[in-house]
């Protein structure tokens, strides 16, 4: 049996989502036991350290390689091995959108039992580096921000990040500058104590605009027109936030941002049309290809003049508004508020006259269409919903209106199948047309999926 920090050759046959490399182990006491092994790659020989044993598999890391892979790269980010935001970084961006497909058919496989239909090619990134257009950064006791280590919350400072715009490294510096010279307290989570908590940034790619928000652990910042002031001289920054959160908690932003400087709101263009954002409110990280993805459900959805369409968590209108000048008229609703002020400015600046907007949850769905006329029934429902996917309430809510398409956009393989399973074995009765993986997180384990649905006739 495998123990601690023993050595071991093996041979790397697969690779997990969370690109860990998978080799299977045989000695007099173990037949085919797995070792999950850090920063390997398919097809690669090496003498490992074990580092952790458990009764069904066990963990190790890299030692010296006897053959490495062909599709092995040497990545450019020094932190690599130890930050927990890439998991693909070490491997060639062709092979990663390869894997990625084979995770969205693992998951349908374990999740949806009946045959689907066939899950295509994932449609690569237009940008596999700096295509994020936000981060979040924890702040170090030292006063530096980076990143979280994968499974843990120790942060790992960084010296620059190989997916974030690049427009966000100077901001950093300066930001970290501040804490340096007015020696201003970080955050600690075991104690509760120290005042900056997470330096997050968002851009506007298509306008260049930046909204900077500052979480604090506390009820106001040291020197903040120091800060502000030197935040501001940054090209593009239109908006500086303090997001108030001072409870023991896990997430990041609160609902409480008072804003320090500048608009309340950054504006980005995107499809042709103009998207005001809110610190709040969701909006994809990767603009252009959420932009890939919105043409295709345009090009792809069968979509008429006739339709009124349904958008569950419509954020802050991009989907909906963008697909409005299909149809006879959109549904929209979001729960977050501020995300439906902002879709109601989007409405607005992008002369959209066909979208009714509610503040709820896609819950409550049913009582929102139960006050509506006949003739405004949707009948084609689109859902973008969070990793957790969708709840039964919205699920029953969904089909209660019979719709005669629906297009789910998923984050999450897992959930997105098990979502799938339900809507097709219920009555009305429906059929997946088309499932269409986009990488929208290149050098990360995630994919987003674009599921084409229709009723079945009868």
Known sequence: ????????????????????????????????????????????????????????????????????????????????????????????????????????????????????CKIEDVIASPQDEFYRNKAQFPVSLNGKCGFFAKNTHRIVEIEKCFLNDEAFLPLVETFESYISRYMVSCYNEETGKGLLRHFCLRKAPGTGEIMIIIVVNGRDIPHK????????????????????????????????????????????????????????????????????????????????????????????????????????????????????SNAAQNMLQNDIRNYLLYLASAAETTDILSGLPSADIPNVVIVDPPRKGLDEETIKAMLKINPRKIIYVSCNPATLARDLEIITRTEPSYKLDKIQPFDMFPRTSHVETVVLISKTEI
């Not at 490399?21 to 090496?46: K, M, P, S, T």
């Open 1 to 116: 049996m495998l123990k601690k920090n023993e050595i071991v050759k093996l041979t790397i046959d697969k690779m997990t989502f969370e690109g860990l490399g998978v080799a299977r182990y045989n000695d007099e006491d173990c037949n085919n036991f797995a070792v999950f092994v850090h920063a390997a790659a398919v097809g690669e020989i090496l003498d490992c350290r074990i580092v952790k044993v458990l009764p069904k598999y066990a963990f190790a890391i890299p030692e010296s390689f006897d053959l490495l892979s062909d599709i092995r790269v040497e990545p450019e980010c020094k932190t690599y091995r130890r930050c927990g935001g890439c998991s693909f970084s070490n491997i060639s961006y062709p092979a990663e959108v390869e894997f990625k497909k084979g995770f969205v058919e693992d998951a349908f496989h374990k999740n949806f039992p009946s045959n689907v």
């Open 225 to 340: 027109e120091q800060l502000t002031s030197a935040l501001s001289a940054h090209d593009g920054v239109k908006s500086i936030y303090m997001n108030i959160n001072t409870a023991n908690t896990n997430v990041i932003l609160s609902r409480e941002c008072r804003l320090l400087w500048g608009k309340e709101t950054i504006r980005d263009r995107l499809c042709s049309m103009f998207f005001d954002i809110s610190p709040l409110s969701f909006y994809q990280i990767n603009s252009p290809q959420a932009e890939n993805i919105y043409n295709y459900i345009k090009e792809n959805a069968g979509l008429t003049q006739d339709d009124i369409v349904l958008d569950l968590y419509s954020g802050i209108g991009t989907i909906g508004l963008i697909l409005s000048r299909q149809v006879k008229k959109v549904i929209a609703i979001e729960v977050v508020e501020q995300a439906v």
